[in-house]
C-alpha cells in the first residue's frame, strides 16, 4: 500500500508494515523551519516498530545504492 507521509504513522499504527520506503526529507533540512509534525510522528513510530525495514534514502548507510534492487 502506498501513503503519502500525513497518513505513514498512522499506517505503522493499524497494519502490518515489513517495509517503509521513505526520502527521509524535511522543510528543516533546507529551512529555517522545524521538522513537520508529521514527519517527527514518522521517526517515533518508525522507532516503536523496530521490526519494519526502514529504508531511509537520505542515510548515509541505505541499503538502496544505485545498482541494488529491493523487491515489493
Same mark, same amino acid.
Given at each position: 500500500? #502506498?501513503? !503519502? =507521509?500525513?497518513?505513514?504513522? *498512522? /499506517?505503522?499504527?493499524? +497494519?502490518? &508494515?515489513?517495509? &517503509? &520506503?521513505?526520502?527521509? +526529507?524535511? #522543510?528543516? /533540512?533546507? $529551512? ?5 509534525? &508529521? ?9 516503536? !516498530?523496530? $521490526?519494519? =525495514?526502514? =529504508?531511509?534514502?537520505?542515510?548515509? *548507510?541505505? %541499503? =538502496?545504492?544505485?545498482? %541494488?534492487?529491493?523487491?515489493?
Amino acid at each position: 500500500m #502506498r501513503t !503519502h =507521509i500525513g497518513n505513514a504513522a *498512522d /499506517m505503522l499504527r493499524g +497494519y502490518t &508494515v515489513k517495509k &517503509v &520506503v521513505w526520502t527521509g +526529507y524535511d #522543510r528543516s /533540512m533546507t $529551512s529555517t523551519l522545524a521538522p513537520t509534525a &508529521v514527519f517527527t510522528d514518522l521517526q517515533n513510530e518508525l522507532q516503536n !516498530h523496530p $521490526s519494519v =525495514i526502514n =529504508i531511509n534514502l537520505n542515510r548515509r *548507510d541505505s %541499503v =538502496i545504492t544505485p545498482g %541494488v534492487q529491493v523487491n515489493f
